[in-house]
């Protein structure tokens, strides 16, 4: 017995023919209608009914989710969405999901209606998810197996978010949404939210007419602690220092207090125009347009200069640290430090805090544009389309730094001394606070006193990125009446462009002399967030500091610089500094780059079906030109700059052969193979000639290759579902890729003194690694404040060896509803659950420790001239994960409830810098989050619902060096609770 769709699925299907990957023909899509009987469900039901009904009609392996009602995803956000199908894996910035992995990778490709995105940076994978609302999505398609005609450059796969189409509704729809969301950590209350739809046809004289518009707009505030102790550094027991132990141990080296705070302002719409003159032909016209205002008001409370205190500052506590191994080397264990004090030094230097506001905002506008028609014949059907789609971003900052000058202990030229600072590691809690035990230690009301801190950095940004790609495409497919049922072929061309200008101005100062006080500058100062203790009821922290408005910074950037600049002139009146005013930022010529890539690609394809086989087979050849303009920036005998610009040429062709195969091997089973080629661009700004400097010395500085290949991936997929019951599923899958140019990124470290930490600070040529960084702060890596220090570089390389990910994927899908007469109210139990095994080998890149991690492994494991190296692995991977829902429907009520988790990755996001902890990325521990939702009915047209995501507010923990291994990072996170109601008429 055939499997019968419901009229909701045929009705998307046939959507589907021209946006996305099926191009389905309106006779089988007829033929369909002729031979199922439907299946009406509603609610939650529905869209699962009528999602795996979708994937099972596929020719290669598709995963879909479907909204439950208009504008009504599973989840508020679009990557919280896809974490629902199995195989894929979200990251999250602030608790807010933002990165997508499927299979293990983020090299994935995001399309909207079957036409490719770009995104706000120089990435490759598409628009952002944060910047489109699930409200204005109908459906989610995750293609995992791609076919001739799938547009090349995913490794992982391709996610097409699908709009509703006009002339599929069977009637008029209409919905408005209202809600509110509140966040645990937030302290700015309850932010609105709003979507709307509306659509309808006609017929007319001149045919079939039909609109659909849908737009939403929301504000987000989401918060999250990040707690940090760096403790990469070592005390010998026989180093003779007064802090020597009888055992060897990991001193304190940094601390952090970071509050990261971002507010979305989102506006979204889409719209589509669709007209049949005749029962043949049909023209659309789609526009997606987004708007979002990404504004960070986040602020870091530093401590300092902590590492020249450790040969004084004795821990009180100690706890034991075991390295675990790396590539096979066993790397020991050792003591680290884990409560104690860390005094003034002699002389009233060291350690000093730093107050420092981060407005990193982000502003994008982004637009989809697409054209097109269809004609349908006997045997033909032909269908072209011109596409545009853009992203345009401003990244304003205003980053300011703050030295605190503590009154009960004496300065000196420099602009900062010592506070005494007490920790306490213990417990899984990275705190440190004032020792306010010390007879030196400021009060609360010294430390919110303004003529106590003074200006130490101002970095202010107004860079600009432009990512544009246009396209045109026409494909053909011609049926035949036999076991190939049909043929199709077709050619796109694409012109795609990326131009990144880095507009900035960047200032420290460091002598006493040249920093105003902040009396000078007292209107634009405010006190900090005081509530670093909501999340974990921490007792050791420091909530009485100032900043310069973040808020202010953020809003009128020109009042805070004008404020500032009349502060430098009013000290410099004071102190006799010759200190220039702060410039407005200018384009940084060194980081500019302009490049366009032009493809010609063509494909052909054959379907066919023979008893119970069906699938396709093809191939799809591509042709990439790529130019490139940069700057070269040199320095004349007189040390006058010397701009030139440079430009480079080149190109590359690649045949990508696919084939789909499907057995019905009975009424319920199916069996799926896939085998495919495809490629993955390198992101643009790896292929830049640019140098981006930070102030920071922690900070690697990227280094392009202009050189970088993309990289290639063979795929094969074997999968077995079993579809035991309406609305029901189990499968098991298996998938292997073998890539080839990996992109890897090879970081070199600059040499650090094993006993004094110092760096290189003479330049202009770092004799021992890394690059000579002119305007970075100096800090604890020379001998005395400054700027000029030699930091690590970091560029991404292809790989020489091939490299393999492999795994399983188990899903299964049930609900109780055809018992409803022996069970009554408990058929409206459902359960999905999904899992998710996954494994990354090969490849010959590897990380290396630092210098000063290789000192500490010498002691550990008794290598005396030891230099720990690992082969990279693949960022973001789980080995394991898994996602449990358990949901029921019935009597107008609808609760779902969903738990997700993960086990531990490999990642680069672990806070205010971007260079690697000991020589290597961190762990992400593993973590498991739960959200939640309830929904009623209260009329047919009127829902009332409540929504809640991180319900348990799951904490992150990161670690050093191994899995478990030495806690250095924290993230705590929120809770945030939406309500509101929806009506439909």
């Known amino acids: 017995m055939r499997y019968k769709l419901s009229k909701i699925t045929l009705m998307i299907l046939s959507a589907t023919a021209v946006a996305g990957n099926v191009h389905a023909q309106a006779q089988e899509v007829q033929t369909a209608e002729e031979e199922v009987e439907v299946i009406e469900v509603s609610g939650i039901r529905q869209s699962l009914t009528n999602a795996l009904a979708e994937k099972r009609a596929s020719d290669s392996l598709v995963e879909v989710i479907q909204a439950v009602d208009i504008g009504k995803l599973p989840d508020q956000n679009l990557a919280e969405v896809l974490e629902n199908v199995t195989g894929i894996q979200i990251t999250r910035e602030a608790g807010v999901g933002t990165g997508v992995q499927i299979r293990g990778t983020n090299a994935n490709r995001t399309e909207i209606n079957g036409v490719?995105?770009?995104?706000?940076?120089?990435?490759?994978?598409?628009?952002?998810?944060?910047?489109?609302?699930?409200?204005?999505?109908?459906?989610?398609?995750?293609?995992?197996?791609?076919?001739?005609?799938?547009?090349?450059?995913?490794?992982?796969?391709?996610?097409?978010?699908?709009?509703?189409?006009?002339?599929?509704?069977?009637?008029?729809?209409?919905?408005?949404?209202?809600?509110?969301?509140?966040?645990?950590?937030?302290?700015?209350?309850?932010?609105?939210?709003?979507?709307?739809?509306?659509?309808?046809?006609?017929?007319?004289?001149a045919g079939e007419f039909g609109v659909v518009l849908s737009g939403s707009y929301s504000e987000q505030d989401v918060t999250a602690f990040r707690p940090r102790a760096d403790r990469d550094n070592i005390i010998t027991s026989d180093s003779g220092v007064p802090s020597a132990q009888s055992f060897d141990f990991l001193p304190i080296q940094f601390l952090n207090q970071d509050y990261d705070n971002y507010e979305y302002e989102t506006v979204n719409f889409a719209g589509t125009l669709e007209w049949a003159p005749s029962e043949n032909t049909k023209l659309y016209f789609d526009a997606v347009l987004n708007d979002q205002e990404r504004r960070q008001e986040s602020s870091r409370v530093q401590a300092s200069g902590v590492s020249d205190l450790r040969d004084v500052s004795v821990p009180e506590e100690f706890e034991t640290v075991d390295f675990g191994s790396l590539d096979g080397q066993d790397l020991g264990s050792i003591q680290a430090a884990v409560r104690g004090v860390i005094p003034v030094e002699e002389g009233g230097g060291d350690p000093n805090l730093r107050f420092s506001s981060d407005t990193n905002s982000r502003i994008t506008d982004s637009k989809v544009f697409r054209f097109g028609g269809e004609w349908q014949g006997e045997k033909l059907f032909v269908s072209a389309e011109v596409s545009s789609s853009s992203s345009d971003s401003t990244t304003p900052s205003f980053n300011t730094t703050l030295n605190f000058i503590n009154p009960n202990v004496e300065i000196n030229e420099?602009?900062?001394?010592?506070?005494?600072?007490?920790?306490?590691?213990?417990?899984?809690?990275?705190?440190?606070?004032?020792?306010?035990?010390?007879?030196?230690?400021?009060?609360?009301?010294?430390?919110?006193?303004?003529?106590?801190?003074?200006?130490?950095?101002?970095?202010?940004?107004?860079?600009?990125?432009?990512?544009?790609?246009?396209?045109?495409?026409?494909?053909?497919?011609?049926?035949?009446?036999?076991?190939?049922?049909?043929?199709?072929?077709?050619?796109?061309?694409?012109?795609?462009?990326?131009?990144?200008?880095?507009?900035?101005?960047?200032?420290?100062?460091?002598?006493?002399?040249?920093?105003?006080?902040?009396?000078?500058?007292?209107?634009?100062?405010?006190?900090?967030?005081?509530?670093?203790?909501?999340?974990?009821?921490?007792?050791?922290?420091?909530?009485?500091?100032?900043?310069?408005?973040p808020e202010l910074a953020a809003s009128d950037s020109s009042t805070v610089l004008d404020t500032l600049n009349r502060a430098i002139e009013a000290n410099n009146a004071i102190t006799g500094s010759d200190r220039e005013p702060i410039s407005s930022p200018t384009s940084q010529v060194n980081a500019f780059f302009d490049i366009e890539e032009v493809t010609h690609a063509l494909y052909a394809q054959g379907n066919f079906e023979y008893g119970m086989f069906r699938g396709n087979f093809g191939v799809r050849y591509l042709q990439t030109d790529v130019d490139s303009v940069g700057n070269s920036v040199t320095v004349d005998a007189e040390g006058n700059q010397i701009v030139e610009q440079v430009a480079?040429?080149?190109?590359?062709?690649?045949?990508?052969?696919?084939?789909?195969?499907?057995?019905?091997?009975?009424?319920?089973?199916?069996?799926?193979?896939?085998?495919?080629?495809?490629?993955?661009?390198?992101?643009?700004?790896?292929?830049?000639?640019?140098?981006?400097?930070?102030?920071?010395?922690?900070?690697?500085?990227?280094?392009?290759?202009?050189?970088?290949?993309?990289?290639?991936?063979?795929?094969?997929?074997?999968?077995?579902?079993?579809?035991?019951?309406?609305?029901?599923?189990?499968?098991?899958?298996?998938?292997?890729?073998?890539?080839?140019?990996?992109?890897?990124?090879?970081?070199?470290?600059?040499?650090?003194?094993?006993?004094?930490?110092?760096?290189?600070?003479?330049?202009?040529?770092?004799?021992?690694?890394?690059?000579?960084?002119?305007?970075?702060?100096?800090?604890?890596?020379?001998?005395?404040?400054?700027?000029?220090?030699?930091?690590?570089?970091?560029?991404?390389?292809?790989?020489?060896?091939?490299?393999?990910?492999?795994?399983?994927?188990?899903?299964?899908?049930?609900?109780?509803?055809?018992?409803?007469?022996?069970?009554?109210?408990?058929?409206?139990?459902?359960?999905?659950?999904?899992?998710?095994?996954?494994?990354?080998?090969?490849?010959?890149?590897?990380?290396?420790?630092?210098?000063?991690?290789?000192?500490?492994?010498?002691?550990?494991?008794?290598?005396e001239d030891i230099n720990v190296t690992a082969v990279q692995s693949l960022l973001d991977l789980s080995e394991n994960s898994y996602n449990v829902t358990v949901f029921y429907e019935k009597y107008d009520l609808s609760v779902r409830a969903r738990y997700t988790w993960r086990e531990a990755y490999r990642s680069t996001d672990f806070g205010s810098t971007s260079s690697f902890p000991w020589g290597f990325p961190v762990v992400q521990n593993d973590r498991g989050q739960l959200n939640a939702s309830i929904s009623y009915d209260v009329t047919d047209q009127l829902n009332i619902g409540l929504e809640a995501v991180n319900l348990t507010r799951s904490d992150v923990e990161q670690s050093c060096v191994s899995e478990g291994a030495l806690l250095c990072f924290q993230g705590l996170t929120d809770r945030r609770i939406t309500f509101g109601a929806s009506y439909t008429f």
């Open 116 to 205: 490719s995105t770009v995104g706000s940076g120089a990435g490759r994978s598409g628009i952002d998810f944060e910047d489109v609302s699930s409200a204005i999505i109908s459906a989610v398609e995750v293609i995992k197996s791609p076919e001739a005609k799938t547009i090349e450059g995913s490794v992982g796969a391709t996610i097409n978010l699908r709009t509703i189409r006009p002339l599929q509704l069977k009637e008029m729809l209409g919905s408005i949404r209202v809600q509110g969301e509140e966040s645990s950590l937030s302290t700015d209350g309850i932010t609105p939210r709003i979507s709307g739809a509306w659509g309808d046809n006609w017929e007319t004289d």
């Open 648 to 863: 480079s040429s080149g190109d590359y062709d690649f045949v990508l052969p696919r084939i789909n195969v499907v057995a019905d091997v009975m009424d319920d089973v199916i069996v799926r193979v896939g085998w495919s080629q495809d490629i993955r661009r390198p992101d643009f700004n790896d292929l830049s000639t640019s140098v981006t400097f930070s102030t920071s010395p922690n900070n690697s500085t990227a280094i392009g290759n202009p050189g970088l290949l993309p990289e290639k991936v063979t795929s094969f997929d074997i999968s077995a579902e079993w579809y035991f019951a309406p609305a029901a599923l189990l499968s098991v899958g298996y998938f292997h890729k073998e890539r080839s140019d990996l992109h890897v990124t090879r970081q070199n470290d600059p040499f650090e003194d094993p006993t004094t930490g110092f760096r290189d600070i003479t330049g202009p040529v770092c004799e021992n690694g890394g690059i000579f960084n002119p305007i970075a702060d100096i800090n604890v890596f020379g001998p005395e404040p400054g700027v000029g220090v030699c930091v690590p570089t970091q560029t991404t390389i292809n790989d020489d060896d091939e490299t393999t990910q492999q795994g399983v994927e188990i899903a299964f899908q049930y609900d109780l509803s055809n018992f409803e007469e022996s069970l009554g109210w408990a058929s409206g139990f459902g359960l999905l659950a999904n899992y998710t095994y996954q494994d990354f080998s090969g490849g010959a890149a590897v990380d290396s420790a630092t210098s000063r991690a290789n000192s500490v492994f010498a002691r550990t494991t008794g290598i």
């Open 414 to 549: 420099s602009n900062e001394n010592g506070t005494p600072l007490a920790y306490d590691l213990s417990g899984g809690s990275l705190s440190y606070g004032i020792a306010t035990g010390e007879a030196n230690a400021p009060t609360s009301e010294q430390l919110l006193d303004p003529d106590n801190v003074v200006l130490r950095d101002v970095n202010i940004g107004q860079d600009v990125t432009e990512n544009q790609e246009d396209a045109f495409r026409t494909d053909f497919k011609y049926y035949f009446d036999s076991y190939i049922t049909s043929v199709d072929f077709g050619y796109r061309y694409s012109k795609t462009s990326s131009v990144s200008d880095q507009i900035r101005s960047n200032v420290g100062l460091r002598d006493f002399a040249d920093s105003p006080r902040g009396s000078l500058f007292a209107d634009i100062l405010t006190a900090g967030p005081a509530n670093f203790n909501d999340a974990d009821g921490r007792q050791l922290y420091i909530p009485d500091f100032l900043l310069i408005n």
